[in-house]
Protein backbone atom coordinates (compact mmCIF):
# COMPACT_ATOMS: atom_id res chain seq x y z
CA UNK A 1 0.00 0.00 0.00
CA UNK A 2 1.37 3.79 -1.27
CA UNK A 3 -0.06 6.52 1.10
CA UNK A 4 0.66 10.39 0.71
CA UNK A 5 0.05 12.92 3.05
CA UNK A 6 0.40 16.92 2.84
CA UNK A 7 2.41 18.81 5.66
CA UNK A 8 1.95 22.71 6.11
CA UNK A 9 4.78 24.15 7.54
CA UNK A 10 4.20 26.52 10.56
CA UNK A 11 7.91 28.18 10.85
CA UNK A 12 8.94 25.79 13.56
CA UNK A 13 10.30 22.32 14.25
CA UNK A 14 7.57 19.32 13.10
CA UNK A 15 7.33 15.99 12.94
CA UNK A 16 6.37 14.67 9.74
CA UNK A 17 3.77 12.58 12.10
CA UNK A 18 1.94 15.64 12.37
CA UNK A 19 1.01 15.28 8.16
CA UNK A 20 -1.03 12.13 9.63
CA UNK A 21 -2.76 13.26 12.42
CA UNK A 22 -1.07 16.37 14.51
CA UNK A 23 -0.10 15.65 18.32
CA UNK A 24 -0.44 11.64 17.17
CA UNK A 25 1.80 9.70 19.99
CA UNK A 26 5.18 8.60 18.59
CA UNK A 27 4.84 4.88 18.05
CA UNK A 28 1.19 5.19 18.48
CA UNK A 29 -1.28 3.92 15.78
CA UNK A 30 -0.99 6.38 13.36
CA UNK A 31 2.97 5.99 13.43
CA UNK A 32 3.08 3.14 11.11
CA UNK A 33 6.40 1.28 10.44
CA UNK A 34 7.53 2.62 7.08
CA UNK A 35 9.86 1.09 4.10
CA UNK A 36 10.10 3.75 2.48
CA UNK A 37 9.75 7.39 3.35
CA UNK A 38 9.54 10.20 -0.16
CA UNK A 39 9.62 13.92 0.66
CA UNK A 40 8.63 16.64 -1.97
CA UNK A 41 8.71 20.39 -1.06
CA UNK A 42 5.77 22.16 -3.20
CA UNK A 43 6.38 23.44 -6.75
CA UNK A 44 4.64 26.87 -4.79
CA UNK A 45 6.95 27.19 -2.12
CA UNK A 46 9.71 30.05 -1.94
CA UNK A 47 12.40 28.70 0.84
CA UNK A 48 14.51 26.36 1.89
CA UNK A 49 12.53 23.16 3.93
CA UNK A 50 15.31 21.70 6.53
CA UNK A 51 15.07 18.12 7.29
CA UNK A 52 16.71 16.10 10.70
CA UNK A 53 15.76 13.67 12.94
CA UNK A 54 14.10 12.82 15.75
CA UNK A 55 14.38 15.02 18.75
CA UNK A 56 17.09 17.38 17.23
CA UNK A 57 17.24 20.56 16.99
CA UNK A 58 16.62 21.36 13.22
CA UNK A 59 18.08 24.48 12.01
CA UNK A 60 19.41 26.50 8.86
CA UNK A 61 22.66 25.48 9.98
CA UNK A 62 21.85 22.36 11.95
CA UNK A 63 20.17 19.58 9.68
CA UNK A 64 20.64 16.19 7.77
CA UNK A 65 19.57 17.96 4.14
CA UNK A 66 17.77 20.68 2.58
CA UNK A 67 14.59 20.07 0.38
CA UNK A 68 15.64 22.64 -2.37
CA UNK A 69 13.47 25.18 -3.62
CA UNK A 70 11.42 24.94 -7.00
CA UNK A 71 13.67 27.28 -9.32
CA UNK A 72 10.16 26.39 -12.35
CA UNK A 73 7.05 25.58 -11.41
CA UNK A 74 8.06 22.11 -11.98
CA UNK A 75 9.06 20.87 -8.51
CA UNK A 76 12.79 19.59 -7.80
CA UNK A 77 13.11 15.61 -7.65
CA UNK A 78 12.00 14.32 -4.53
CA UNK A 79 14.35 12.60 -1.70
CA UNK A 80 13.57 9.14 -0.58
CA UNK A 81 14.45 7.83 2.33
CA UNK A 82 14.78 3.94 2.43
CA UNK A 83 14.38 1.06 0.53
CA UNK A 84 15.19 -1.49 3.11
CA UNK A 85 14.22 -5.09 3.67
CA UNK A 86 14.62 -4.52 7.60
CA UNK A 87 14.38 -1.94 10.07
CA UNK A 88 11.73 0.10 9.61
CA UNK A 89 11.73 3.97 9.51
CA UNK A 90 8.75 5.94 11.17
CA UNK A 91 7.35 9.64 10.21
CA UNK A 92 8.13 10.47 13.84
CA UNK A 93 11.69 9.82 13.23
CA UNK A 94 12.43 12.88 10.96
CA UNK A 95 11.65 16.81 11.89
CA UNK A 96 11.29 19.18 9.29
CA UNK A 97 11.68 22.93 9.87
CA UNK A 98 10.07 25.56 6.57
CA UNK A 99 8.73 28.73 6.51
CA UNK A 100 4.87 29.37 7.66
CA UNK A 101 2.70 27.89 4.98
CA UNK A 102 4.77 26.34 2.88
CA UNK A 103 4.25 22.85 2.10
CA UNK A 104 6.06 19.73 2.39
CA UNK A 105 4.65 16.73 0.69
CA UNK A 106 5.14 13.06 1.97
CA UNK A 107 4.74 9.59 0.78
CA UNK A 108 5.02 6.76 2.38
CA UNK A 109 5.40 2.83 2.10
CA UNK A 110 4.51 1.21 4.79
CA UNK A 111 5.71 -2.65 5.76
Do not use: K, W
Amino acid sequence: MFAHYDLTLDASIQSLLDAVSPGSAVGGVNDVPCRSIILQADDGNSNLIFVGGANQDVSASSHAFQLAIPVTSIPEEPRTIGGFDTGPLRLSDFRVLGTNAEVLHIGIIPY
